[in-house]
């Protein structure tokens, strides 16, 4: 089934899921197994990131947030590093006139401490450039930690605390949200990982609680729209009960009538 036919059987279908989070692994193994640099799989993955926010807006998808670059990620060789900040900084020149022009918000977002200056300033203005923009909210987690986001929201609040804006009994889930980075942002409906490996890998932990996940076989370079429409089909079937049991919610609505 082409992107056409798929496209039109989940707009059938309807509930879409109105954020998407993706775990984009595989751009090294594409590269060693056309042995080349495992920054030209890197390079190879741009395109990848074309088609699911094309995609995404296709399918109507509201949010779409891409694990970019992870805090961990630091710890591999500079060269590879370097590399990857500069293929943030290319995509960033190349493509932030066609997302203003598709109407996409990008928003970066993660501990940018140890990012670099040039970097930093092309981030600024991709978000500046493409702020306002109403069709698609495009996060990009960008040295991004799951653990450390809830540290970082825990402090602020501690902070708060001993600023005598608030009190330790206010400390609740809603407040701990408010304090993430992803703080306004609804949680996943949806999360796919690319490469077939079943982990998370520290991303968005707190957020994903009761996201329903899709491990596609996929090395993320040949990740295509067609894949992103099969697993948003494939989420359609699903029944997601947040802690209840299938059809609880028409039990307790016959309860109460």
């Not at 798929?6 to 042995?35: Q, S, T, V, Y």
């Not at 996060?139 to 540290?151: A, I």
């Not at 407040?175 to 079943?198: K, N, Q, Y």
Request: glycine content about 8%; hydrophobic content about 40%; charged content about 30%.
């Amino acid at each position: 089934m082409g992107s056409s036919e798929l496209l039109a059987k989940i707009k059938h279908g309807g509930n879409i899921p109105k954020h998407i989070a993706i775990i984009m692994d595989g751009n090294g193994r594409w590269a060693e197994n056309r042995k080349l640099p495992r920054t030209e799989g890197h390079r190879a993955g741009m395109k990848a990131v074309r088609e699911v926010i094309e995609g995404s807006m296709e399918a109507g998808v509201e949010v779409l947030t891409l694990f970019a670059f992870s805090k961990e990620n630091w710890k591999r060789p500079r060269l590879e590093t370097d590399a990857l900040m500069g293929l943030l900084r290319l995509y960033i020149r190349k493509e932030k006139r066609k997302l203003q022009e598709k109407g996409v918000e990008v928003h970066v977002l993660g501990d940018l401490t140890d990012v670099g200056k040039n970097t930093r300033e092309a981030i600024s203005e991709i978000v500046d450039e493409t702020s306002g923009g109403g069709n698609l909210r495009l996060n990009l987690m960008l040295s991004y930690s799951g653990r450390d986001d809830v540290v970082q929201a825990c402090r602020v609040f501690t902070e708060e605390v001993l600023q005598g804006e608030l009190e330790l009994a206010d400390l609740n889930e809603e407040v701990l949200s408010h304090r993430l980075f992803t703080s306004g942002i609804p949680d996943p409906d949806l999360l796919i990982r690319t490469s077939g490996e079943f982990r998370v890998s520290n991303f968005m932990l707190w957020q994903i609680a009761y996201t329903e996940l899709s491990i596609v076989d996929t090395l993320w370079p040949e990740f295509s729209r067609e894949h992103l429409f099969e697993a948003i089909s494939n989420y359609q079937l699903r029944d997601r009960r947040f802690g209840m049991i299938s059809g609880q919610d028409d039990l307790d609505i016959g309860r109460i009538n």
